[in-house]
């Protein structure tokens, strides 16, 4: 396969600075990481979403030790437990001290994958091997009822260098306990960042978990996010993405419901106005009887904003009574604006409810029209609708002061959206 020089010359470079500091605890990750290479669009799972680096640009492994590029304001996270990542790496000076009931948060010493990858692409193989520097284990108790909800802030620190920084989360839930998770991911700095992500959730019996993510990029910004999830029996899974402003996003979501009765439900809301690059990728496989999977996802476009939703259904033959639904809807406010819709079911099982759909297409000038015509500006009504569109995303953010957080981001990109 063809490569571009400029991503193997980052590959060396990553795999020299790793080697450097985490020594033989990497040796397998960095082995494997050698032997791949960094995705283009002749990848048919990356083709729309060809990966590069900013050019003439070299990218420093940061694994924390940095000084916060921007204060953490407490009272936006009122009522919420608060675990900051500073480059990458766990910060427990910038995180809440409060200690909660059934709650176990530690450093992870050594990396123990509980959930294998659809994708074994290079991404995972480096983050694997500083997981140890910098990520976090996250055990919640049999039966606790988790009543705040658990913020994962991430930042990065003051730097003149472009920075390449790879958080790693591994979360367990036990049987019957209930939390609920919000990753806010803040890239703000002047210098290009790359945000090599991998969150791995195990949610046991009949547990509860909801994991909310907002993520806020600039043009010069990059975040590879993969989130991994196996689920047991009765568990309940809910994982919601919202991505706003510019820069490369790609989200790798990989569920595999793994026992009878379980639910996972998914929801996914892109904007942007500019030249944000948004790839959702979803693989839900349903591997037992009478289980049920659900995925909305909706993007709202203008400028050269372009959208990729990418969702396969894997329904094994075993897993007889299976309901699953998918559908991506998509609203583009500008002729250079663009979306990718691939939905694809795979059933090998023929007792299942399973159904799939895309939608692409601009704002209807009817109801604009109608509230024009009862005195809103062009703007305004635009803004109302699309924000009515949106609302069924947001609505799923039960949570008072993560609603408030999510809503007020939202409505400050949708401001921007149609005021362009």
Request: with cysteine; proline share 2%.
């Amino acid at each position: 396969m063809k490569t571009n020089p400029q991503l193997e010359d980052l590959k060396l470079s990553l795999l020299a600075q790793i080697q450097s500091v985490s020594k033989e605890k990497s040796t397998i990750f960095l082995e494997e990481a050698d032997q791949l290479h960094f995705p283009n669009s002749k990848n048919e799972e990356w083709k729309y979403s060809s990966f590069s680096v900013s050019k003439d640009t070299n990218y420093t492994l940061r694994t924390g030790q940095g000084k916060a590029m921007a204060s953490i304001h407490a009272e936006a996270f009122e009522g919420c437990h608060l675990l900051v990542f500073l480059d990458g790496a766990f910060t427990e000076s910038l995180s809440s001290t409060e200690v909660l009931k059934g709650l176990t948060i530690k450093k992870i010493n050594h990396l123990e994958t509980f959930t294998s990858a659809y994708e074994n692409n290079i991404f995972n193989q480096l983050n694997g091997s500083t997981a140890h520097l910098s990520g976090l284990s996250i055990q919640v108790n049999e039966k606790a009822i988790i009543e705040k909800p658990i913020v994962i802030f991430h930042c990065n620190s003051y730097t003149e260098s472009a920075a390449w920084v790879q958080p790693r989360i591994q979360v367990q839930v036990g049987e019957r306990a209930e939390v609920t998770f919000a990753e806010i991911w803040q890239s703000d700095g002047a210098q290009p960042v790359v945000t090599n992500a991998v969150q791995e959730i195990d949610v046991k019996k009949s547990a509860i978990v909801k994991w909310f993510s907002l993520e806020k990029g600039n043009k010069d910004s990059s975040l590879i996010n993969q989130t991994r999830v196996e689920t047991a029996e009765k568990a309940v899974f809910q994982h919601l993405v919202v991505s706003l402003g510019e820069g490369f996003i790609r989200n790798n979501l990989e569920i595999k419901i793994n026992s009878t009765e379980a639910d996972a439900h998914m929801y996914g809301l892109s904007i942007g106005s500019a030249k944000l690059h948004v790839d959702h990728h979803t693989f839900i496989n349903h591997k037992a009887v009478n289980t049920t999977s659900n995925q909305l996802y909706k993007s709202i476009f203008s400028g050269k904003a372009t959208g990729v939703f990418n969702g396969k259904i894997l329904v094994d033959q075993v897993a007889q009574k299976t309901n699953a639904y998918q559908s991506s809807k998509n609203i583009l406010l500008s002729t250079d604006a663009k979306v990718y819709a691939k939905p694809q079911l795979e059933i090998f099982a023929d007792d299942v409810k399973c159904s799939h759909g895309a939608t692409i297409g601009q704002l209807d000038e009817e109801p604009i029209f109608y509230l024009r015509s009862r005195g809103l500006d062009e703007a305004t009504a635009k803004q109302m609708l699309v924000q009515a569109f949106a609302s069924e995303i947001l609505m799923k953010v039960e949570n008072k002061s993560l609603h408030a957080l999510f809503e007020a981001e939202i409505m400050a990109e949708m401001e921007r959206l149609v005021s362009k």
